[in-house]
């Protein structure tokens, strides 16, 4: 086994390890049975995505500093503390507090992972196969999740403890912060500034230059803001409009992810089959398209259709991760996947926030609608 190859699977290895999230399908229910109003469950959420804005550019500092497999350990270790405390937590101030530190980890863990992949791939001389190796690293994390799922819903249908998925999850995660120190530093050479200041705007400057990143920082933008907010929904929806049982919803979750792990496996051949703007024109229709379906079908015949969103959202990480880092150089990727996901999340804020106002006044599938026809003028 040659020695390139060994390290990428030592990373697939630790995506398994730390992808069997139980929770997934319930994280919103959990906070819902408790805090009962979707406006409220949205503005804890906003505590998450604050502390993104506040906090993922410093730590891609940190990752372009002093390297990736730092930052991945500090984040799933602060990921599963969150992960714990949102499990316990049993009211809004709690929540809120949980939903910080979570978020924390992930800040971390952003500015490690992909950066990590794509400096071992420059390193090898491999690069090209970014999109590939990304894709296929989703793909074992997908059907792991799809494994969690299963066993989430039957431990909450069975139990009645929406709580279980998510402390369960947290012990789980601490264990796989064992497989970070299997992974090897990636040793490529990269610019150090002299301070953080200068770091920063640095990569700024890289990404104002750049029209081509500008446009696809704004595509990625568009369909994560949109993903997301379905997704927080998706689980209220299917329990409360369509009547599923835990088991139930873990199932269909469970399909979904092993759809997504199928699609992002072929991540890299959709692409070369598309193109670059025929397969951002693709995505961002069939989203599109799959929003007004929910809104339309008031049945559970509109489930089918989540098939559609899922692939959406697992083509456009390793595709468009591999469009952005193409034209970024070593020394700037962790800092500019933090100016990405800072604009991503502040933009985020606003409309989740105010699809859970929505949602608490008039009705989730409406508020998708909004989402989607504020979509349009892109």
């Given at each position: 086994m040659a020695e390139g190859d060994?390290?990428?699977?030592?990373?697939?290895?630790?995506?398994?390890v730390t992808s069997?999230?139980?929770?997934?399908?319930?994280?919103?229910?959990?906070?819902?049975?408790n805090i009962d109003n979707l406006f409220l469950i949205t503005v804890i959420d906003m505590a998450f995505w604050i502390t993104m804005i506040v906090f993922q550019i410093p730590t891609g500092l940190i990752g372009d500093k002093y390297g990736r497999k730092v930052v991945l350990f500090i984040g799933e270790m602060l990921f599963a503390v969150g992960l714990l405390g949102f499990g316990l937590s049993t009211s809004f101030n709690?929540?809120?507090?949980?939903?910080?530190?979570?978020?924390?980890?992930?800040?971390?863990?952003?500015?490690?992972?992909?950066?990590f992949v794509y400096d071992t791939l420059v390193e090898l001389k491999r690069e090209k196969e970014f999109t590939k190796i990304m894709g296929y690293s989703n793909a074992v994390m997908f059907s792991v999740n799809a494994l969690a799922y299963m066993v989430g819903g039957y431990v909450a249908h069975s139990m009645d403890r929406l709580d279980i998925t998510l402390?369960?999850?947290?012990?789980i995660m601490m264990v796989g912060l064992s497989t970070i120190f299997l992974l090897k530093e990636?040793?490529?050479?990269?610019?150090?500034f002299e301070s953080y200041v200068r770091q920063f705007k640095e990569g700024f400057r890289h990404v104002a230059r750049s029209k081509a990143i500008l446009i696809l920082i704004a595509f990625q933008i568009l369909i994560?803001?949109?993903?997301?907010?379905?997704?927080?929904?998706?689980?209220?929806?299917?329990?409360?409009?369509?009547?599923?049982?835990?088991?139930?919803?873990?199932?269909?979750?469970?399909?979904f992810s092993l759809v997504g792990a199928?699609?992002?496996?072929?991540?890299?051949?959709?692409?070369?089959?598309?193109g670059e703007k025929r397969s951002l024109v693709v995505m961002y229709v069939a989203m599109f398209a799959s929003i007004g379906v929910v809104f339309l079908v008031h049945s559970a015949a509109a489930?089918?259709?989540?098939?559609?969103?899922?692939?959406?959202?697992?083509?456009?990480?390793?595709?468009?991760?591999?469009?952005?880092?193409?034209?970024?150089?070593?020394?700037?990727?962790?800092?500019?996947?933090?100016?990405?996901?800072?604009?991503?999340?502040?933009?985020?804020?606003?409309?989740?926030?105010?699809?859970?106002?929505?949602?608490?006044?008039?009705?989730?599938?409406?508020?998708?609608?909004?989402?989607?026809?504020?979509?349009?003028?892109?």
């Open positions: 060994n390290r990428i699977r030592r990373f697939y290895l630790y995506r398994a069997f999230s139980m929770w997934g399908p319930f994280w919103t229910l959990w906070a819902n049975k709690e929540y809120v507090i949980s939903n910080a530190i979570w978020a924390l980890g992930v800040c971390f863990i952003v500015s490690g992972d992909t950066p402390i369960v999850s947290a012990g990636p040793k490529v050479e990269r610019t150090q994560q803001v949109a993903v997301y907010v379905m997704a927080v929904f998706r689980a209220i929806y299917m329990g409360d409009t369509l009547g599923l049982d835990y088991f139930q919803i873990g199932l269909f979750y469970a399909s199928f699609i992002v496996r072929e991540a890299s051949r959709f692409e070369n089959y598309a489930i089918v259709v989540q098939y559609l969103i899922y692939a959406v959202a697992d083509l456009q990480s390793p595709i468009v991760g591999g469009y952005i880092n193409k034209r970024v150089d070593s020394a700037h990727r962790s800092t500019i996947a933090a100016i990405s996901s800072v604009m991503f999340t502040a933009i985020l804020v606003t409309v989740e926030v105010s699809a859970g106002f929505v949602a608490e006044a008039w009705s989730i599938e409406g508020s998708l609608m909004l989402i989607a026809l504020g979509s349009l003028p892109m």
